[in-house]
């Protein structure tokens, strides 16, 4: 296990292609920012940037396909930020937004599994409710809240297909690319569970801590249940931990310079774009820069001090990676011994 997680953890696998969605993945988070920006609305960064994460999805898919799951996914994304801004206008906001959180975890990992999404689990869905939900808010912030992340998920749909609409393709071109990719039933229920359970129990040991941002916690307990072996899980982990201690360092460098406005919203695409380029190569390489993107995309719209917002973030991703692993070390399948008989 030692060895493997070693390995993993050096190990670089190919681009397959990297580059293009990182591109799609940049612009679709910059130019809706940017927009906010010269209109003086920056304070609902959060509402686009949670909307652009559906260039994200179907890296792996054509024409059609690709089309219907990045529409499933941008509904997902703008209705958890849609919920996420009612909770945030309750004064309870921080233990409303555990049960919310795990229960959209556990049906986005049940419609993953089934559907066979890509990326695969519910990381990105509870992340939008859940932190969008840790800001406090008013009411009339819902509206908003949908129109931006809605619009801004349809500018990241129309942007990453706008290629395959504009080419012209051949139909049997077509007809060979567009074979769909599907997912299976079988283990989505299960999946569904221990994501749920996962986020319910990290969650309620943050919110019992008292510490500033539960959510962060919520998000690095599906990590490693996004795995179904347990040896998977461990390394996912292992990953997470790494890698944001890493991306820490980085976060403090950056959260140094006070970047604002048009300057931070570049910083944002730039380290949006490096974390595509390596994200399905070595996932503890890509939270160099995930780590300082989260840290900055929420410093823009609730700024706080450097020190105990990287000591947050340290703090909820041990919490959360220790309850994700320690549920996979519960569930996990036990091999019997074979008995042994004598003949007497």
Same mark, same amino acid.
């Given at each position: 296990?030692?060895?493997?997680?070693?390995?993993?953890?050096?190990?670089?696998?190919?681009?397959?292609?990297?580059?293009?969605?990182?591109?799609?993945?940049?612009?679709?988070?910059?130019?809706?920012?940017?927009?906010?920006?010269?209109?003086?609305?920056?304070?609902?960064?959060?509402?686009?940037?949670?909307?652009?994460?559906?260039?994200?999805?179907?890296?792996?898919?054509?024409?059609?396909?690709?089309?219907?799951?990045?529409?499933?996914?941008?509904?997902?994304?703008?209705?958890?930020?849609?919920?996420?801004?009612?909770?945030?206008?309750?004064?309870?906001?921080?233990?409303?937004?555990?049960?919310?959180?795990?229960?959209?975890?556990?049906?986005?990992?049940?419609?993953?599994?089934?559907?066979?999404?890509?990326?695969?689990?519910?990381?990105?869905?509870?992340?939008?409710?859940?932190?969008?939900?840790?800001?406090?808010?008013?009411?009339?912030?819902?509206?908003?809240?949908?129109?931006?992340?809605?619009?801004?998920?349809?500018?990241?749909?129309?942007?990453?297909?706008?290629?395959?609409?504009?080419?012209?393709?051949?139909?049997?071109?077509?007809?060979?690319?567009?074979?769909?990719?599907?997912?299976?039933?079988?283990?989505?229920?299960?999946?569904? =569970? *221990?994501?749920?359970?996962? %986020?319910?129990?990290?969650?309620? @040991? #943050?919110? $019992?801590?008292? !510490? /500033?941002?539960?959510?962060?916690?919520?998000?690095?307990?599906?990590?490693?249940?996004?795995?179904?072996?347990?040896?998977?899980?461990?390394?996912?982990?292992?990953?997470?931990?790494?890698?944001?201690?890493?991306?820490?360092?980085?976060?403090?460098?950056?959260?140094?310079?006070?970047?604002?406005?048009?300057?931070?919203?570049?910083?944002?695409?730039?380290?949006?774009?490096?974390?595509?380029?390596?994200?399905?190569?070595?996932?503890?390489?890509?939270?160099?820069?995930?780590?300082?993107?989260?840290?900055?995309?929420?410093?823009?719209?609730?700024?706080?001090?450097?020190?105990? =917002? *990287?000591?947050?973030?340290? %703090?909820?991703?041990?919490?959360? @990676? #220790?309850? $994700?692993?320690? !549920? /996979?070390?519960?569930?996990?399948?036990?091999?019997?011994?074979?008995?042994?008989?004598?003949?007497?």
């Amino acid at each position: 296990m030692l060895s493997e997680m070693l390995r993993s953890l050096l190990a670089v696998g190919p681009s397959n292609g990297a580059h293009r969605i990182a591109l799609r993945a940049a612009l679709s988070v910059v130019l809706p920012l940017l927009v906010l920006d010269v209109t003086g609305h920056l304070a609902w960064t959060m509402y686009a940037a949670f909307g652009a994460f559906t260039s994200l999805y179907g890296r792996e898919r054509v024409a059609g396909h690709r089309v219907r799951l990045q529409l499933v996914a941008g509904a997902w994304m703008t209705g958890c930020v849609t919920v996420g801004a009612l909770i945030a206008s309750s004064d309870h906001r921080g233990w409303l937004a555990v049960p919310a959180a795990a229960a959209v975890a556990a049906a986005a990992a049940y419609r993953s599994t089934v559907d066979g999404w890509h990326p695969p689990g519910s990381l990105f869905q509870v992340f939008g409710i859940a932190a969008v939900a840790s800001i406090p808010g008013v009411p009339a912030d819902v509206l908003p809240a949908f129109l931006v992340s809605a619009s801004t998920a349809l500018f990241a749909v129309l942007l990453g297909n706008a290629g395959v609409w504009l080419r012209r393709v051949r139909r049997s071109d077509l007809m060979a690319a567009s074979a769909p990719i599907g997912g299976s039933v079988t283990g989505a229920g299960r999946s569904a =569970l *221990l994501a749920g359970l996962g %986020v319910l129990l990290a969650g309620s @040991v #943050a919110n $019992g801590l008292s !510490i /500033g941002r539960p959510y962060w916690a919520m998000v690095s307990a599906v990590v490693p249940l996004a795995a179904q072996a347990l040896s998977a899980q461990v390394i996912r982990g292992v990953h997470r931990l790494v890698g944001t201690a890493v991306g820490l360092v980085a976060a403090w460098l950056l959260l140094a310079l006070d970047l604002r406005g048009t300057a931070a919203i570049l910083a944002v695409g730039v380290l949006q774009a490096l974390a595509e380029l390596v994200v399905g190569r070595n996932y503890a390489l890509a939270l160099l820069f995930i780590t300082p993107l989260a840290l900055m995309m929420g410093n823009v719209v609730h700024p706080v001090p450097t020190g105990p =917002l *990287l000591t947050d973030r340290a %703090v909820e991703t041990v919490i959360g @990676v #220790a309850v $994700g692993v320690a !549920i /996979g070390w519960v569930v996990r399948p036990r091999v019997r011994p074979a008995r042994s008989f004598r003949v007497t």
